[in-house]
Nanobody, 125 residues
Framework: QVQLVESGGGLVQAGGSLRLSCAVS????????MGWFRQAPGKEREFAAG????????YCADSVKGRFTISRDNAKNTVYLQMNSLKPEDTAVYYCAATNWVPENRPPRSSYDYWGQGTQVTVSS
């Protein structure tokens, strides 16, 4: 079993930055590709960014490309999401997720087996 705990959310003005962290515990010796998803009020949960288990490959949704950067520190069992140039439309609950997907390419959403509780990000205009 794997536990994921997000932190770093909060209230920020448009144009500002936040860094989210996701601490991974439990079966951390296994290889996990990681992803960040977000869900705005009244909308479905959507993919934001992902990173392969090795950290060599990253992928982002078009809506955040150039503004968000995902990274990981496997020694610390932590995944990060650096969010810059934030916009009001980035307001959402952000969730960290893990999958046993080993290939470097982007995993299917259905493969994510483990999810955190989420952290709220609010961007004011």
């Amino acid at each position: 079993q794997v536990q994921l705990v997000e932190s770093g959310g909060g209230l920020v003005q448009a144009g500002g930055s936040l860094r989210l962290s996701c601490a991974v515990s439990g079966r951390t010796k296994s290889r996990y590709a990681m992803g960040w998803f977000r869900q705005a009020p009244g909308k479905e949960r959507e993919f934001a960014a992902g990173i392969s288990w090795s950290g060599a490959t990253t992928y982002c949704a078009d809506s955040v490309k150039g503004r968000f950067t995902i990274s990981r520190d496997n020694a610390k069992n932590t995944v990060y999401l650096q969010m810059n140039s934030l916009k009001p439309e980035d307001t959402a609950v952000y969730y960290c997720a893990a999958t046993n997907w080993v290939p470097e390419n982007r995993p299917p959403r259905s493969s994510y087996d483990y999810w955190g509780q989420g952290t709220q990000v609010t961007v004011s205009s």
